[in-house]
Nanobody, 128 residues
């Protein structure tokens, strides 16, 4: 069965960095689009970053460009979200997600409806 487990969340200072991990099972991450979303309290879930399987293209939210990077480790069947220069508005629960169809390309707009499987989320807190 498809399973996604996020880890790496915790307390980070403003301007600091952290790396989130998404450990996948039941599928091979190389062949499916994988994305990170986040949801702050009282806010809608929003797309942060997506990595395509077919052409390795990426789609990033404006708030993530230049600060965050998505990557995958095929040997570990894991995807990562490296987050640098964290701001006070970045705290949220971060989720990884994937799709049911293999060998696609990330959509230009990252929406919840475009993804089929979700992890449980990991909390990121930014505080001094």
């Amino acid at each position: 069965q498809v399973r996604l487990v996020e880890s790496g969340g915790g307390l980070v200072q403003p301007g600091g960095s952290t790396r989130l991990s998404c450990s996948a099972s039941g599928f091979v991450v190389d062949y499916y689009n994988i994305a990170w979303f986040r949801q702050a309290p009282g806010e809608e879930r929003e797309g942060v970053y997506c990595l395509s399987s077919s052409d390795d293209r990426t789609v990033a939210a404006d708030s993530a460009k230049g600060r965050f990077t998505i990557s995958r480790d095929s040997a570990k069947n894991t995807v990562y979200l490296q987050m640098n220069s964290l701001k006070t508005w970045d705290p949220a629960v971060y989720y990884c997600a994937t799709v049911a169809s293999a060998w696609g390309s990330c959509p230009e707009r990252l929406e919840e409806s475009g993804f089929d499987y979700w992890g449980q989320g990991t909390q990121v807190t930014v505080s001094s």
